[in-house]
Nanobody, 126 residues
Framework: QVQLVESGGGLVQAGGSLRLSCAAS????????MGWFRQAPGEDREFVAA????????DYADAVKVRFTISRDNAKNTVYLQMNSPKPEDTGVYYC???????????????????WGQGTKVTVSS
């Protein structure tokens, strides 16, 4: 199982930008479809974005399309989430996730999540 560690969370003003990173352990990072999920206070965890093993295929929740960009660097075992023009409703704990079975970004989590990170908190002020 891959181990995931997120970083980059913090306080950001609405309309600013923030980049989250997720570093993975092990030599099999490029065999996982990777994704970001988030959980706002009192809410269920929800899908944000996913990227295929090669990085050639991405998928986004409607709420973040155009504003957020997911990318990965397989040489560095890292996946990123660039958050541009965040809104207060983007506030929450952001979790990195790895899916061993999905072959397309759109299938992220359908067969279950292989590993979760511990989460990084993002607060967007208005």
């Amino acid at each position: 199982q891959v181990q995931l560690v997120e970083s980059g969370g913090g306080l950001v003003q609405a309309g600013g930008s923030l980049r989250l990173s997720c570093a993975a352990s092990g030599r099999t990072f490029n065999t996982y479809t990777m994704g970001w999920f988030r959980q706002a206070p009192g809410e269920d965890r929800e899908f944000v974005a996913a990227i295929s093993r090669s990085g050639g295929d991405t998928d986004y929740a409607d709420a973040v399309k155009v504003r957020f960009t997911i990318s990965r660097d397989n040489a560095k075992n890292t996946v990123y989430l660039q958050m541009n023009s965040p809104k207060p409703e983007d506030t929450g704990v952001y979790y990195c996730a790895a899916d061993k079975w999905a072959t397309k970004a759109q299938d992220m989590g359908v067969g279950g999540i292989s590993s979760w990170g511990q989460g990084t908190k993002v607060t967007v002020s208005s």
